[in-house]
């Protein structure tokens, strides 16, 4: 071979080397990431949520996903079965009366786009007068003491939370919403629709509606709302683990939640980037290391949570009856909200376990994967927290930026846009071999 053709050879062998090399310290799991965010988004998995089973079809598929990557279970299947109380809707079909030129005009509303109902709402069905209260009622006594007089319990009272004229609004709704009036109902005007879950049902109906809409002259409101309120309904978390090399009986965790709000009638609330997001680094980061665990330091375990909307009942659970000792645990990171991040990341706990933080630091200022790693103090927001209340080392990770559809029907599949992703993924891996070689 001559000379000239040895050197071209080696820059071609060379070449390749180093395109493999970048290729593991960079891999890419975004167009995994998006199946696991359209499936879990899907209309067949009902918002993953209590009714039409959608938290088993969700628990089914990352099961089958665990399974798929040989991922080891601690029992006879990944299930940790626990049970709590939900209150679910069946129907919601509300329609608001507009007194137009003597005339009463019923005009049907869009569930989701024009009002949501408060998932501790009874059943009604029937049609009510509206009265209306705003701070100018609830700030002068006398007024509001004939208000209070007034016999609301064939009645809705309307409340205006959304006028920016009005002071105190955050007061007058805190009031409102705890029916001092005895009222069938009570209708909240907001600025956003934001709906939760509740494992309580109270005697009157609560309506979140957006101002601007119908709801601000509705002179009546008709009503069929049905819901099912289940006792012990029985969910379940998931957990599947990689056995480690060296130290098998240590564990590094990663968790994210796969619930969400369910459906509402008709409706349902896709939850992508809440948190079908995290799901999918959960499943990203499992794929991977099933593939890599040859030089793995420690077991690493993956956990989904059921029951986070609820109030954190599936963690809380979990570390109530964890599946190895909680002391075990080296570091654990919980992923809520993985679908942007064109503002970087917030990192909670970083002003507890400061040395992790700065690792995570480091690892970015020399490879540049995100705009901004953003600390925060402890909070009780997620399912990190019982890990944390145990003193568990964690981390709870979101992105920042992007789309701004929360707990929404907008919270889609076809709008998220996964943009930092991978940069995260990575980010994760390069953290995950710091805690294998005890850098911090």
């Known amino acids: 071979m001559s000379r000239s053709k040895y050197f071209l050879v080696l820059i071609a062998i060379s070449?390749?080397?180093?395109?493999?090399?970048?290729?593991?310290?960079?891999?890419?799991?975004?167009?995994?990431?998006?199946?696991?965010v359209d499936t879990l988004a899907s209309p067949y998995m009902a918002g993953r949520g209590y009714e039409f089973e959608g938290d088993k079809k969700a628990a089914t598929y990352i099961s089958n996903q665990m399974s798929s990557f040989g991922l080891l279970h601690f029992g006879t299947d990944y299930m940790q079965h626990l049970g709590f109380d939900v209150n679910t809707?069946?129907?919601?079909?509300?329609s608001v009366v507009i007194a137009d030129a003597g005339m009463k005009i019923t005009m049907k509303q869009m569930p989701g786009a024009d009002y949501i109902v408060i998932p501790n709402s009874c059943s009604l069905k029937g049609t009510f007068p509206v009265v209306k209260l705003n701070n100018k009622i609830?700030?002068?006594?006398?007024?509001?003491?004939?208000?209070?007089?007034?016999?609301?319990?064939?009645?809705?009272?309307?409340?205006?939370?959304?006028?920016?004229?009005?002071?105190?609004?955050?007061?007058?709704?805190?009031?409102?919403?705890?029916?001092?009036f005895k009222a069938k109902g009570v209708i909240m005007l907001c600025n956003k629709l934001t709906e939760e879950t509740s494992d309580t049902v109270a005697d009157y109906v609560l309506i979140s509606a957006l101002a601007n809409t119908k709801f601000d002259s509705a002179a009546g409101i008709t009503v069929d709302i049905q819901n099912k309120f289940a006792k012990n309904y029985i969910s379940q978390n998931l957990i599947g683990y990689i056995k480690g090399r060296v130290q098998p009986d240590s564990f590094i965790v990663f968790s994210a939640h796969y619930d969400h709000l369910g459906k509402m009638g008709d409706i349902y609330f896709p939850g992508a980037n809440d948190n079908a997001s995290g799901t999918a680094m959960l499943l990203s980061l499992a794929k991977y290391y099933s593939a890599h665990k040859e030089n793995l330091r420690y077991s690493i375990a993956f956990i989904a949570?059921?029951?986070?909307?609820m109030g954190l009942f599936g963690s809380h659970y979990y570390v109530e009856h964890p599946l190895f000792p909680l002391s075990?645990?080296?570091?654990?990171?919980?992923?809520?909200?993985?679908?942007?991040?064109?503002?970087?990341?917030?990192?909670?706990?970083?002003?507890?376990?400061?040395?992790?933080?700065?690792?995570?630091?480091?690892?970015?200022?020399?490879?540049?994967y995100l705009?901004?790693?953003?600390?925060?103090?402890?909070?009780?927001?997620?399912?990190?927290?019982?890990?944390?209340?145990h003193h568990v080392p964690d981390f709870f990770i979101y992105t920042m930026g992007g789309i701004k559809a929360y707990h929404?029907?907008?919270?889609?599949?076809?709008?998220?846009?996964?943009?930092?992703?991978?940069n995260v993924f990575n980010l994760l891996l390069h953290f995950t071999d710091d805690i294998c070689n005890r850098k911090f």
């Open 408 to 422: 929404d029907i907008y919270d889609r599949r076809e709008t998220l846009p996964l943009t930092e992703f991978d």
């Open 138 to 180: 609830y700030a002068d006594k006398n007024k509001m003491d004939e208000f209070l007089k007034a016999d609301h319990r064939k009645q809705f009272v309307l409340v205006n939370d959304a006028d920016p004229t009005i002071m105190e609004q955050k007061d007058l709704y805190a009031y409102a919403i705890k029916n001092p």
């Open 328 to 368: 075990n645990i080296r570091f654990e990171v919980n992923m809520d909200i993985m679908g942007t991040g064109e503002e970087g990341i917030t990192v909670v706990n970083a002003t507890t376990y400061d040395g992790a933080f700065h690792d995570l630091l480091k690892i970015n200022d020399s490879l540049h």
């Open 371 to 389: 705009k901004l790693i953003k600390p925060r103090g402890a909070t009780s927001n997620s399912d990190h927290y019982f890990f944390y209340a």
């Open 89 to 94: 809707f069946d129907k919601i079909d509300v």
């Open 305 to 309: 949570f059921t029951g986070e909307e």
């Open 15 to 36: 070449s390749c080397i180093i395109a493999n090399a970048q290729s593991k310290v960079v891999p890419s799991e975004k167009n995994y990431a998006r199946k696991v």
